[in-house]
């Protein structure tokens, strides 16, 4: 029984981080297609951005810093205080 358990939560945690980046790639191409580039093909963006992230720990932490900072600014304000946290990342 403590192995079935001990095996449920090592995928239930998989699951939560492959969320998470899921996540803040959808939610930076979103911002993204909302401020900066309205024909941006978001699923394009979101499919890099993830590829990047696998293939990069640091890139899902920059996506992260990045997602928190986009959300929480408008549009302006985004544009003028994330551009450390966004540069790399990986999308449009």
């Known amino acids: 029984m403590k192995n079935v358990f001990s095996g449920v939560l090592v995928a239930a ?3 939560v981080g492959l969320t998470g980046c899921s996540s803040d790639c959808n939610s ?8 900066l580039a309205s024909d941006l093909n978001v699923d394009r963006c ?9 293939e ?7 996506v992260a810093e990045c997602s928190e ?12 205080d994330c551009i ?3 540069f790399f990342v990986v999308g449009p």
Not at 28 to 35: G, L, M, S
Not at 56 to 62: A, G, K, L, N, V
């Open 46 to 54: 979101v499919d890099r951005c993830e590829e990047a992230s696998e």
């Open 69 to 80: 900072c986009v959300n929480s600014r408008t549009c302006a304000e985004a544009n003028e």
């Open 28 to 35: 930076y191409c979103n911002r993204y297609q909302e401020c």
């Open 84 to 86: 450390d946290d966004c």
């Open 56 to 62: 990069d720990d640091d890139h899902e932490e920059r």
């Open 13 to 15: 945690l998989a699951l």
